[in-house]
């Protein structure tokens, strides 16, 4: 399994910009990278998923650099209700590593 | 669809008894997951099943700790007898395509006393 880090944590306000960077050096060449988003008391929830270069859909940008050796997960205009935990992870089957992720607060 | 079902949503049980969770996958996903969550873990994977089949439970702490999936529609985890250190929030999860973004419920707190 490809090892991650990422920032424990990370505070912001309502309306920035949020990135997560996340370190992932043995990547495989197979791999992709998947962020997943979770707020207590509830599971953890897909965000997005890329391999190479930048993915977006309607809740967040994922820009992978050409090495890929670390991924960046970027939280347009963030609000009160973006605060969770956010995991990065890296893997081509089933065998998920979720780490103990970011935990992100977005403050008023 | 409804999404992952897990019930019940709390368990509250003493030391020794015997522990059923239930789980609900997403109608045609043919992949499930147990997980389990505590603060000092972090989240961990306990065993995955690929059309009914267990494929890896590597993941299971002992034999304490037992997984069924009878059919596409219905897995149990079960705990006997359960010991207060597997108090944790215990998820299942659902996809259709292994290494494709899983469907987590909303999970089971569970405390053994």
């Known amino acids: 399994l490809a090892k991650t880090t990422q920032p424990i944590s990370m505070d912001s306000y309502e309306g920035q910009e949020v990135n997560i960077t996340c370190s992932h050096n043995?990547?495989?060449?197979?791999?992709?990278i998947t962020w997943y988003q979770q707020f207590p008391s509830q599971g953890p929830r897909f965000i997005i998923q890329g391999y190479k270069t930048k993915v977006t859909n309607e809740v967040a940008s994922l820009f992978i650099p050409a090495d890929r050796k670390s991924s960046t997960l970027s939280l347009p205009r963030v609000s009160l209700s973006d605060t969770a935990v956010y995991y990065c992870l890296v893997a081509n089957d089933y065998k998920l590593s979720f780490g103990a992720g970011t935990t992100v607060t977005v403050r008023a | 669809d409804a999404g992952v079902i897990q019930s019940p949503r709390h368990e509250v049980t003493e030391m020794g008894q015997e522990v059923t969770l239930r789980c609900k996958p997403i109608s045609g996903h043919n992949s499930l997951f147990w997980y389990r969550q505590t603060m000092m873990r972090g989240l961990e994977l306990l065993i995955y099943f690929n059309n009914n089949v267990p494929i890896d439970d590597s993941g299971m702490p002992e034999d304490r700790f037992s997984a069924k999936m009878p059919n596409a529609s219905f897995s149990t985890l079960k705990i006997q007898p359960s010991e207060p250190r597997d108090s944790a929030v215990y998820f299942c999860?659902?996809?259709?395509?292994?290494?494709?973004?899983?469907?987590f419920g909303s999970g089971t707190q569970l405390s053994v006393l």
């Open positions: 999860a659902s996809s259709n395509i292994e290494g494709e973004k899983l469907f």
């Open positions: 043995n990547i495989a060449t197979n791999d992709y």
